[in-house]
């Protein structure tokens, strides 16, 4: 069985810029969840995907967004990138069906915006 | 709203000591309480869970009891490792698919 697989490992990128961060869900996993955890700092919920659709959303601006694909992997994309967006970038993946809770990360993707 | 409140860190142990990290938390509803665990450089992993009160989560030697009355979720552990030096996160979920809130997690620092 697969985990949980996030792509870049590091990215360095220079504000106003746009990324596009990507997310292998773990095998059997129909939901998508992105958390951005700053350093020192929990992770904090920016939105999840069921299905191909937003499930709900974090406290985050609109040039936070993302995609689910029919395969459950998934995108977040970050447009006019500020220098506060620097952070770990962490996708989890779960079952939403059946009572199951746990949600499962990947290894996190490092953003500097410099 | 949700929120989890956690034990200030960094805490530093001897091998062999016992270990406690505190959790309380704040929920509208009944949520599932967990316990994550995030090694250097590492995303977060499930270390253990309960989905109601009085439940007791356990997993390597670590144990939590989901308390309503106290709206705690205390992790401890009788003997520490210097294996177990990570960083520890306390969240709550109110139901399947939601979102996850989290604590903002104590540093666990064990020498020999």
């Known amino acids: 069985e697969t985990g949980v697989t996030q792509s870049p490992t590091h990215l360095i990128k220079t504000r106003g810029q746009q990324v596009t961060l990507r997310c292998s869900s773990q095998s059997g996993h129909n939901t998508v969840s992105w958390y951005q955890q700053a350093l020192g700092q929990g992770p904090q919920f920016i939105f999840q995907y069921y299905r191909e659709e937003e499930n709900g959303r974090g406290n985050f601006p609109p040039r936070f967004s993302g995609l689910q694909f029919p395969n459950y992997s998934s995108e977040l994309n970050v447009n006019a990138l500020e220098l506060d967006d620097s952070a770990l970038y962490l996708c989890a993946s779960s079952i939403t069906s059946g009572g199951a809770y746990e949600q499962y990360f990947g290894p996190g993707t490092r953003l500097t915006v410099t | 709203g949700d929120s989890v409140t956690q034990m200030e860190g960094p805490v530093t142990l001897s091998e062999e000591a016992f270990l406690t990290i505190n959790c309380t938390y704040t929920a509208t509803g009944y949520p599932s309480l967990f316990w994550y665990v995030q090694y250097p450089g590492e995303g977060l992993q499930l270390l253990l869970k309960?989905?109601?009160?009085?439940d007791k989560g356990s997993n390597k030697g670590f144990e939590a009891t989901y308390r309503k009355e106290t709206t705690s979720f205390h992790l401890e552990k009788g003997s520490v490792q210097v294996s177990d030096s990570a960083v520890y996160f306390c969240?709550?979920?109110?139901?399947?698919?939601?979102?996850?809130?989290f604590g903002t997690g104590t540093s666990l620092t064990v020498i020999p």
């Open positions: 309960a989905t109601k009160a009085d």
């Open positions: 969240a709550l979920s109110e139901s399947p698919g939601n979102q996850f809130y």
